[in-house]
């Protein structure tokens, strides 16, 4: 099985790259699915990469992805400068050690960790590998405390994918919070009610990917200490901010769902979602020491000395971590806090504009992250599928998808405004929009589709 994509089958058709007459002066013959027999020249072989990359979307219009997909040239200058660092590598790049130190401090910081310089952290390859780390410190600590049961953790249904795989992964259960009428996350009763004596801890998510919506962090954790003073049980929070941790702390100042609370254990955020970097780099930060048990930590021998790591990569790119750092310095608070406002003004623009269009009905608007779903409201002959099919034809990435449980009857579209994408693009989305709706109010019924793929 080709784990790469198990499901992608060889291309249809011929085995050989065509090759365009001028790149090269007698006919070569180059597979597409065996390693060449001998190499080409440097130019050849990027004109042919080059060009199968053509078909590949427009980043600006993809509107579906948390991901950066811009970054300023100096970035671009600095990332290519350390495309060779490799983070592991602590003993050859000090420097590039010392700069993801920096990095958790200033998160640590923003977070409010009650104690910056004893907060422990690290960079990650993105929040996935950052939740797998914060989700073993919770099972570690579970079983530190006599847990001997069959773990569990306790999250809302609408969690990112990354939790299930956890869960999977190292043999916790999921205990899946379903969504039930508007609650579409976890809300303080019913996160209490599915914990036990066997619950490693509670996730909390800012903001939910489905809807962009902030969970209810601060009365999450006053549900479980009212939980603890009837119980005993002490239930630690992960709160998963791989896109909030970066919007909140600039655009919600006074929202307390950080380490002002003293439930919350740790938190992760994506480098490479509001945190403006390419992929792939995210963070996790533990609220102090005791949050992090001593023996998931490894000790490399650095420079005599020796450094802790706690990571489930051993070799990493450094750049990321580094073009981090160089954001933190290019935008400071103030810097960070323009452009993830400029978004939200954007999102909550938008969603605006699309509820006034008429046939659409807004679940969020925008106003947590800067992402929000709408769903097709009333009786009209087409779907939410069918007006992604359509935009699509005009170039834009809007998903459509069904909910999960027990909403499985509710499909939406959702739009993730990221840094890059402006109102006058939003201007154009919308523009496309109103002239594409004459056509989809003409149709049979959902379905029916007229833009359907190949009509
Ligand atoms: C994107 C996302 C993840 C996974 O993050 P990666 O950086 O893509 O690995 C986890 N949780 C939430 C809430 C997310 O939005």
């Given at each position: 099985m080709a784990l790469a994509h198990p499901s992608r089958q060889p291309e249809p058709g011929r085995a050989e790259l065509s090759i365009n007459p001028l790149y090269t002066r007698v006919p070569m013959h180059i597979p597409k699915n065996e390693l060449p027999a001998r190499g080409l020249d440097p130019d050849l072989a990027y004109q042919l990469v080059h060009d199968e990359l053509m078909l590949d979307g427009n980043a600006r219009l993809?509107?579906?992805?948390?991901?950066?997909?811009w970054m300023e040239p100096t970035a671009d200058k600095l990332m290519a400068e350390c495309f060779d660092k490799n983070m592991i590598d602590k003993d050859e790049y000090p420097r590039t050690a010392e700069l993801e130190a920096r990095c958790v401090r200033m998160l640590a910081g923003l977070w409010n960790a009650p104690s910056v310089a004893e907060a422990p952290g690290c960079s990650t390859t993105g929040s996935s590998e950052a939740c797998m780390l914060a989700g073993l410190a919770l099972k570690r600590r579970w079983q530190h405390k006599g847990g001997t049961g069959k773990p569990n953790m306790v999250m809302?249904?609408?969690?990112?994918?990354c939790w299930e795989k956890f869960a999977n992964y190292w043999d916790v259960e999921a205990r899946l919070v379903p969504m039930e009428g508007d609650r579409f996350h976890l809300s303080p009763e019913e996160a209490v009610a599915l914990?036990?004596?066997?619950?490693i801890g509670v996730v909390a998510i800012l903001g939910s990917t489905f809807d962009g919506s902030y969970e209810p962090v601060e009365q999450i954790c006053a549900a479980l200490d009212e939980l603890q003073q009837r119980t005993g049980l002490d239930i630690p929070v992960h709160v998963d901010g791989a896109s909030g941790a970066m919007i909140a702390p600039f655009c919600d100042p006074g929202l307390r769902w950080d380490f002002r609370l003293a439930r919350v254990a740790s938190i992760n955020t994506s480098g490479h979602k509001y945190g403006l970097v390419y992929p792939g780099v995210g963070w996790v930060v533990w609220r102090d020491a005791a949050a992090l048990p001593e023996d998931l930590v490894f000790r490399v021998n650095y420079l005599g000395g020796d450094m802790p790591t706690f990571a489930l990569n051993f070799s990493r790119p450094g750049s990321q971590v580094v073009t981090q750092y160089y954001n933190f310095l290019r935008l400071g608070f103030d810097g960070y806090r323009r452009v993830q406002q400029s978004c939200r003004d954007v999102a909550t623009t938008l969603s605006g504009q699309i509820a006034e269009l008429g046939p659409f009905q807004l679940?969020?608007?925008?106003?947590?992250?800067p992402v929000f779903a709408f769903t097709v409201a009333g009786d009209q002959p087409f779907s939410v599928f069918d007006v992604s099919t359509a935009l699509r034809t005009q170039g834009w990435l809007v998903p459509a998808y069904t909910f999960p449980a027990n909403r499985t009857d509710l499909a939406v579209l959702r739009i993730v405004v990221r840094n890059g994408f402006s109102l006058d693009l939003a201007e154009a989305l919308v523009a496309d929009l109103k002239r594409l709706l004459p056509t989809l109010r003409g149709q049979q019924r959902p379905g029916a589709a007229s833009f359907a793929h190949g009509a």
């Open positions: 993809n509107l579906a992805t948390f991901v950066t997909t809302g249904i609408n969690v990112q994918i914990c036990d004596e066997n619950t679940l969020t608007k925008g106003a947590q992250l």
